[in-house]
């Protein structure tokens, strides 16, 4: 399955990895809650599963700055 990982806070694609079934349990997913899951993972025709995650500058750039924690 393709998976493409897009920042939730620039929303630029990030990578697209090929993984299977197996390897998205590995990725934690399955320890979120439901609620949790549709929030963070959506489905594209074009570009397979799409998960939100941040991107390393945006990551930077929240735990450097700290601002912005009441929109989680
Ligand atoms: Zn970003």
New binding site residues.
């Given amino acids: 399955m393709k998976v493409t990982y897009i920042?939730d806070?620039?929303g630029?694609p990030q990578e697209t990895v090929e993984i299977d079934n197996v390897e998205i349990e590995k990725l934690g997913i399955n320890t979120l809650t439901p609620a949790e899951k549709e929030d963070i993972i959506k489905y594209n025709d074009e570009q397979g599963l799409l998960l939100y995650s941040?991107?390393p500058?945006?990551f930077e750039e929240k735990f450097v700055q700290g601002p912005g924690w009441s929109d989680l």
């Fill in positions: 920042c806070l620039c630029q941040l991107c500058s945006c």
